[in-house]
Every structure is written in C-alpha cells, then in structure tokens.
C-alpha cells in the first residue's frame, strides 16, 4: 500500500512539473478564407474573350465595356449571375476578403479620387488582375503598380 502511496504522490508531483504545451488563440482575421470555388479555365475563356475591347461608359457588350460592365458580363457569361452594373452596389454586395486572402475570381476595388470607390477588376494571380481602363480598354494590370497599390479599397467574393 505505501508503495501505491509513494508512486501515486511521485506521478502527481513529476506530471505537475511537466511542461505545458503553450496554446495560442487565433482570431478571425488569422485564419484564411476558403478559397474561390471558381472554375478558372471556364473564366478564363470569358476574360480572354474580352481582353483588348475598348472602354466604353456605361457600356457592357463587346463594343465596349466599363469596369464594373465588364464584371457583370464575365460572371453573366461565366455562370449566369447577375451582378448590378455599380462599382459601389458589387462593393457593398458581395463577402469581405482580405487582401492576403484574395483569390482567382474576386472583385478587387480602387478609389480613383480617394473618396469613394470607383473602379473595379477581377483579381487572377501573383498580383494581376483584368479591369477596363479608359485608356487602354479591358487589360490585365498588376496590384504592384504603385498606381493601383494606393488606391487599392478591398475584396470581395461573389462566389463562395
């Protein structure tokens, strides 16, 4: 019995002077979101349709396109999901992604004035991005120009 005593009390004390494994606590923001459920080679058939058409106000077809034009008719034709032709209605429709969690298919926002949002693209890889500039049509640009970098506003996900 005193042997069951003494090895009893040499676990409790040995067990309680063993380390702890150290937990931390992750919030929201440190987990990544799902990634897009897109089918990128279907989209990219879309966006490659469009790359090179002039920029047109207001204007969504083939002769011509704005930005947020050129979002709805990529996902019009993509899956048929309609989008309202508003750079502010998309940014305020669709689920919040941070920017290290962006992925192919997410609407990416830019404030031209940095005032209010403005212009819109559809984020693809390492950076780039398909938009409608004024200057040059429907084009792939890059996040890393310091251009759109600074007037970058936020994520969206239309596609979860």
Known sequence: ????????????????????????????????????????????????????????????????????????EIYRRYNGTKLPHDTEKLFKLAKKIKRPHIAYGDLIFFTIDFKKISHVGIYLDNGDFVHSSESQGVVISSLKEPYYNRRYMGGRRVIP
Do not use: Q, W
């Not at 067990?15 to 990219?44: F, Q, V, W």
């Open 1 to 72: 019995m005193k042997r069951i005593i003494c090895v009893f009390i040499f676990l409790t004390i040995f067990l309680g002077c063993a380390a702890h494994p150290r937990y931390t606590i992750k919030t929201e923001s440190d987990y990544p979101t799902n990634p897009s459920k897109i089918d990128r080679d279907k989209m990219g058939r879309v966006i490659k349709s469009y790359l090179g058409v002039p920029y047109k106000p207001n204007g969504m077809s083939h002769l011509g396109v704005d930005c947020s034009g050129l979002v709805v």
